[in-house]
Structures are given as structure tokens and as C-alpha cells.
């Protein structure tokens, strides 16, 4: 196993400084600062309403597969990723997703947590395809899909937070 991997407690740092590192309860203020941003969250609908933010919370405390994204080790966190169970038309996939501050975007940090988040998944069984389901509007994150060897698969209606967005469907093969 890896250092850092999801059973571990110890971060996962690349090049460039990047780390990734659990979610815990002391980040409810980034999932607020995220969540509720109109600009992090125009490809996502507009904001999260504040009420449902301490069941998000929730959903992302003790998930070792939800991380907060700190532009340097031991730094404050600048965003959250993650992988997660889904169902996309009646088949299960494993779902990721990212989200940065708007004053920390356009800097290669979400480029450089995917790449640790994929390289921590190729390490476990059961991950054999890693999805992603970007808005089609969302240019920076199809980019980062492309760049980081995903498939597109065409568009798909996806609920998000209640809401039905127009996505891309990428998909990456792990055991490739």
C-alpha cells in the first residue's frame, strides 16, 4: 500500500506541492466557502443553500475517499475532491468530482490533486474505471478530464443537488 492511500492517515504530496488529506470536522469552513460561492458554483447551478451544508458535511466526514486539496503541505486547504459511489442510468460507477476556491482556479491545483486522487485509486481493487460528469459548459474541467487521459463517452443529464445539469460523461480505464 501506498503512503497516503485511503487506508492511511499519512498525505500525499506532487510535484509542485500539492497535498491531499482527509476530510474532517475542522473543514465545514471550506465546504461553506465552496458550496455557497456563486462563482464556484455557476457550472454547478448557482449556490448550495447554507441549510444543507452541515448535511454535506456530514456525508464527507469519515469517507476515505473525500479529501481536502492544500496547495502545500500542512497549508490551509483550498479545495475538496473526491470519489464517490453513483448510479448514472441504472449502472453503478465510481464518480469523481473537484472543487477549488475562485481565487486559487486557473493555477494547475485541481490538475495536480486529480493526478494524486487517481494515482491513490489505481492502488485499490475496486476501482477499475474512474467517472466524471463536468457541465459541457465547464471548459476547465473537461480540460482537466482530456488532459488526465479520460474518455469521453458523449452527454448526459445529471441531478445535482436536485438540480439536472448537461454533462459531458468521461470515463478512465485504471488497469490500462
Known amino acids: 500500500m501506498l503512503p497516503g492511500s485511503a487506508c492511511g492517515h499519512t498525505p500525499l504530496a506532487y510535484a509542485r506541492a500539492v497535498e491531499l488529506r482527509a476530510y474532517s470536522d475542522a473543514d465545514l469552513a471550506l465546504t461553506e466557502a465552496l458550496e455557497t460561492d456563486p462563482g464556484v458554483m455557476a457550472q454547478l447551478g ?5 441549510e444543507r451544508l452541515p448535511e454535506i458535511h456530514r456525508r464527507r466526514l469519515g469517507d476515505p475517499w473525500w479529501f481536502v486539496i492544500a496547495e502545500r503541505p500542512g497549508g490551509p486547504g483550498v479545495g475538496t475532491i473526491g470519489v464517490w459511489d453513483s448510479d448514472h442510468h441504472g449502472e453503478h460507477v465510481h464518480e469523481t468530482g473537484w472543487m477549488v476556491l475562485a481565487d486559487r482556479q486557473g493555477r494547475g491545483i485541481a490538475s495536480r490533486a486529480l493526478a ?9 481493487p475496486r476501482f477499475a474505471t474512474i467517472h466524471a460528469f463536468p457541465p459541457v459548459t465547464n471548459a476547465p474541467s473537461n480540460g482537466l478530464c482530456r488532459k488526465a487521459g479520460f474518455a469521453l463517452r458523449g452527454e448526459t443529464d445529471v441531478v445535482y443537488a436536485g438540480r439536472t445539469l448537461h454533462c459531458n460523461h468521461w470515463a478512465l480505464d485504471l488497469r490500462a
Not at 494524486?116 to 485499490?124: C, G, N, S, V, Y
Open 46 to 50: 448557482g449556490p448550495i443553500p447554507p
Open 116 to 124: 494524486l486522487l487517481l494515482e491513490r485509486a489505481r492502488t485499490e
